[in-house]
């Protein structure tokens, strides 16, 4: 075998993937740390484990599963009743050899289309952002802006209005007091 073969093989069995072969390898570890804590002589301690594991889908591989099945078979060895244990669910198909390499592909897909919906709404929430972040400056620089836009432009015209009319009043002021200069002399 070369090297590329040897990262695919884990206990004994052979796996279709990297990534497989590295759960079967976390799986080792998991059973291992549970062999090291677990007392069997109390089966009602291994049942408990045994059902976590199962609700938690804590071991998928062919490894997990031996393990499960060990696990059973000690609890019915200590007197824990059958109808207790609770079956090891599997979650591939074996009945057909296409349908299963099928069922494989299309969970290798699945695996990627979350990665890459992953991805997607990163991306998604960052734009978003962006945007909200490009709205609120402009809403910004539309009240602080002193060339009339929409939001202020009436509160623009009033205030040009009003510069005028004050001008316009200063003027006839300068008028007027400059008509009674030249009306007041001999």
């Known amino acids: 075998m070369d090297k590329n073969e040897d990262e695919l093989v884990v206990g004994g069995y052979r796996f279709g993937t990297v990534a497989d072969a590295e759960t079967a390898r976390m799986e080792l570890k998991k059973i291992a740390n549970v062999e090291q804590h677990l007392d069997y002589r109390k089966p009602q301690n291994v049942l408990l484990v045994y059902n976590k594991a ?13 393990y499960l099945h060990r696990m059973q078979d000690q609890m019915v060895k200590c007197g824990v009743p059958k109808e207790k244990i609770k ?5 591939a198909t074996f009945s057909n050899k296409t349908e299963n390499s099928s069922s494989i592909r299309r969970s290798v897909a699945s ?3 979350t990665i ?4 997607r709404f990163i991306t998604s929430v960052c734009i978003n952002f962006l945007l909200a972040a490009a709205l609120a400056a402009m809403i910004v620089l539309a009240y602080v ?6 939001v202020n432009y009436k509160t623009a015209i009033v205030n040009e209005y009003s510069e ?10 300068a008028v007027r007091e400059a008509e009674r200069e030249l009306n007041a002399l001999p």
């Open 164 to 173: 005028w009319e004050q001008e316009l009043s200063d003027r006839e002021q």
């Open 145 to 150: 802006s002193e060339v009339p836009t929409i």
């Open 111 to 113: 695996r990627g289309t």
């Open 54 to 66: 199962i609700d938690n889908r804590v071991f998928l591989t062919p490894l997990g599963m031996s």
């Open 116 to 119: 890459e919906f992953k991805g």
């Open 87 to 91: 079956p090891i669910p599997m979650y």
